[in-house]
């Protein structure tokens, strides 16, 4: 159950990510959409739902490798 949960948070950001190419894709080749009033508008708004959708599946592969011990010894909290 807890692995049908994690996928189904992992689809939220791909999805979104997704989104940001056709948005990005689509201003490119110079159609509007509705809820963007100009191009570079819209380019942006793709832009920043790819990122975000970029660093969160970075994020979850760097705490998964992380949690496993696969980075080097430069990435763990040195205890003092």
């Not at 009033?37 to 660093?55: K, N, V, Y």
Request: aromatic letters at 18%; a positive charge.
């Amino acid at each position: 159950m807890g692995r049908l949960i994690a996928l189904c948070i992992l689809l939220i950001p791909i999805i979104g990510a997704g989104y940001g190419i056709k948005l990005m894709r689509d201003s490119f080749f110079f159609i509007e959409l509705s809820p963007y009033p100009t191009l570079w508008i819209q380019f942006s708004a793709g832009l920043i739902f790819f990122l975000l959708g970029l660093f969160f599946m970075a994020g979850f592969i760097f705490h998964r490798d992380k949690k496993r011990g696969k980075v080097t010894s430069t990435f763990f909290n040195k205890k003092t």
